[in-house]
């Protein structure tokens, strides 16, 4: 994962990725309606700390946190046609443990209904719909401590992922997942 520097390169990428976020009809359901406006969107990564992997259509893959109230605010996104890739998967876990071991406690929101499962299959506890928590619409709050992630359905996967990874590619005492 390559951490957002706001470099001249870097800004040229992200512009790309709202351009891909607007056509893709992505925006509304990733980001806040307040937003949307270009300016404002890049301001909302002065705040957060976003990492992302890139190819040649772009940035392919993006988390970012925001921490707050104790925790961090985790959200992610992945363009579409490697939504359903284990490596979506796995960058998500990596980006989800190393969440949990900075800030102990992760929650997101979700106005996505369809992907309260996969929260839950994640370890995510599913609080509840909020009122006017998608500034003015209703969202999904959800949770994950470090217990709850060891007990969703992709932790023992994550682990098996680690160890071999780690096996064939240790260098310098660091694993490469």
């Known amino acids: 994962m390559i951490l957002y520097e706001r470099t ?25 309606p307040s937003t949307k406006p270009l300016s404002r969107w890049f301001g909302l990564f002065r705040q957060c700390h976003l990492y992302y992997l890139a190819d040649e ?22 363009r579409a046609d490697r939504r359903k890739s284990r490596e979506n998967v796995a960058l998500t876990m990596q980006a989800l443990e190393a969440g949990l071991a ?9 106005k996505q209904a369809t992907l309260l499962e996969l929260h839950r299959r ?23 401590t470090p217990s709850t992630f060891a007990e969703g359905d992709f932790y023992g996967w994550w682990q098996k992922r680690k160890q071999s990874k780690c096996r064939s590619t240790e260098r310098d005492g660091a694993c490469v997942v």
């Open 122 to 144: 994640l370890g995510y506890t599913i609080v509840g719909d909020v009122p006017g928590l998608w500034e003015g619409g209703s969202a999904w709050l959800v949770v994950l």
């Open 102 to 110: 900075e800030w102990g406690t992760v929650f997101g929101i979700t």
């Open 57 to 78: 259509k772009g940035i392919w893959w993006a988390c970012w946190y925001e921490p707050a109230y104790g925790g961090v605010m985790y959200s992610m996104w992945c």
């Open 8 to 32: 001249y390169e870097q800004d040229l990428l992200m512009l790309g990725w709202y351009h891909e976020l607007l056509t893709s009809d992505d925006m509304p359901y990733t980001f806040m």
